[in-house]
């Protein structure tokens, strides 16, 4: 299995996944919610299924699987602290505007960053999805 594949992979099945969740929860309105934000977190997902990846093909004492590790911790610090600011920011902004009625700005996306459930179903489902594609490579 090429390594480059596997957060491809990981993208793709979270993405269907998080969609298939948002259309069961909120109908029509899913189409909306696609982006950032969500259950699962596909932003962990892309990057627990490559290091899962790793540590079962190099080993979990190797540098590689450390340096997986290192980047999926920025990736998920960034996914609850960075992004989820961001959205409340969006939000106080979105308050603010909508009381202007000279200007009609277009509302800012409010659903940025992840919840801890939104992050453990990324790890989740890239770890199952690392043991998954080792076991069809291996």
Known sequence: MPYFLAPLIGWF??????F??????????????VGNGGFPSTHTT??????????LSEGFNSP??????????????????????V?????AI?????????????????SMGHTRLEIIGGL????LLGYLLYGIAG
């Open 20 to 33: 298939m969740i948002n259309y069961i929860r909120f109908g029509k309105e899913a189409k909306q919610r």
């Open 94 to 110: 979105n308050i603010m505007t909508s009381d202007s009625s000279a200007i009609q700005p277009t509302k800012l996306r409010e």
């Open 64 to 85: 590689m699987f450390a340096l997986a590790v290192a980047v999926t911790f920025i990736v998920i610090i960034d996914a609850t602290g960075l992004r989820r600011a």
């Open 87 to 91: 959205g409340r920011h969006a939000v």
């Open 46 to 55: 892309v990057v627990t299924t490559p290091s899962m990846l790793i540590g």
């Open 13 to 18: 099945v979270s993405g269907v996944l998080k």
């Open 124 to 127: 989740v489902l890239g770890i």
